[in-house]
């Protein structure tokens, strides 16, 4: 196995125990499908889609053949005052995808950049309309909104922001959702959508014409899988309109099929002003993310603009990147012919019925779940987060991949999964959850 292994010296691994990890690497060398195989050549399922980025599955030649084609024929292109026809062909299919009206895209690389852009977009339109003094932003406890300035600010999750209160701004928090009579929930809870009062507190206790806007996940899926309330969002979406509020969806990971919708807004009709993705925006193959927006959103900056100047003056070397947008037009076509977003639908309540047939084993205190997204809460260890870091090992060692954080699982496998893939991957989680001495 040694002789398999990189020196591990120089790279710094993210949001990882470095020093557990060269102790014991967990290492994959190749992935096809909903499969990956460790350098020695044993065969590990995938069950959340790599980091909830592979939709349609690995290893996809559709997209390797359009990314060749597209490096082969434009490999880069500067977008500042530049553009390239692959990048508007993008913007126009993804147009097509989104709630009606969330039609202009501005591109990114990552989450985190797409939460940071939509956070400049949301205080351009404000400074546009002459309401400048709106620059609080509202997110909630056990928030992820990714780890760049914006996010680190939106961060709910203590780790995320401890360190780093040197770059944050003014962010207050809404309380989560989740309560104790929700435990082993299917689908939406009957019970939390008061707690959207929270947004109208805040209002009266800072002024809601200070504040610029709301973040929010729809499910929020970093913290393991907490699915709104019923009533919830629509609660939300009145109070941002009553105030002037914008409200941005952060769909990184429910975005393209997830929740049996291409987005979330749409599966639970609640449309927000601003809608941030990643991930499966590409299947997870090249660094791409998005922000869209209203269309009146982008106008009022446009038109607020004076001289020959940017309207906005944001965005990165790599913003549209032709190849990202190649390999995004490919995955598209996937979604698409192979209708991956009705197969998820399909798929959820075999995926949902073996979640929930967990309920009675030592390890598993809690089950949430919606779509083809699913959080498996553990029985707490020595530490927090102790129990989850040695069970998502132990199920590594097992034959199944997923993320931990916390001591919640995230199982989320790719929507080209079939019922015996899931099947296996139930297998595994009984027989390493039904461990009372995990």
Sequence with gaps: MNALLPKMDHHWLPFTNNRLFRQEPQIFAR???????????????????????????HGRREIADAVHRQLMTLDYTP???????????????????????????FFGNSGSEAVDSAVKIVLAYHKARGQSQRTRFVSRNWAYHGVNMGGTSLAGMVNNR?????VTFDAVHMRHTWTEEQRFTRGQPDTGADRA???????????????????????????????PPKGYLEK????????????????VITGFGRTG???AAQEFAVTPDVITMAKALTNGVIPMSA???????????????????????????YSAHPVACAAGLAALDIYRDEDLFG??????????????????????????????????????????????????????????????????????????????????MGDILRRILGDADL
């Excluded at 977008?79 to 895209?105: C, K, M, T, W, Y």
């Design 31 to 57: 992935a096809e499908g909903v499969r990956y195989w460790t350098p020695e050549g044993r065969e590990i399922l995938d069950g959340s889609a790599g980091l909830f980025c592979c939709a349609a599955g």
């Design 261 to 263: 919708a291409a987005f």
């Design 236 to 251: 939300i979406r009145a109070i941002c309109d009553r105030y002037g509020i914008v409200l941005v969806f952060d769909e």
């Design 291 to 317: 922000v869209a927006v209203k269309r009146e959103m982008q106008a009022a900056v446009i038109d607020a603009a004076e001289g020959d100047r940017p309207e906005l003056f944001h965005g990165y070397t």
């Design 79 to 105: 977008h500042f005052q530049r553009a390239a026809n692959v990048s508007f062909e993008f913007a126009e299919r993804l147009a097509g995808l989104l709630p009606e009206g969330i039609d202009r895209l």
């Design 343 to 424: 197969r998820g639908k399909a798929l959820s309540g075999h995926f949902l019925d073996t979640v929930f047939g967990l309920r009675n084993l030592p390890q598993v205190v809690d089950l949430r779940g919606y779509g083809m997204l699913a959080g498996i809460q553990l029985k707490p260890g020595a530490t927090p987060g102790a129990k989850g870091s040695i069970a998502q090992r132990r199920l590594f060692d097992a034959g199944l991949h997923v993320k931990a954080t916390g001591d919640a699982l995230i199982f989320a496998p790719a929507l080209v999964a079939g019922t015996d893939d899931i099947d296996r």
């Design 197 to 227: 009062d929270d947004l109208e507190d805040l209002c009266r206790l800072y002024g809601g014409e200070t504040i610029a806007a709301v973040f929010i996940e729809p499910i929020a899926g970093s913290i393991g899988t907490i699915v």
């Design 162 to 166: 401890r360190d780093f209160g040197a």
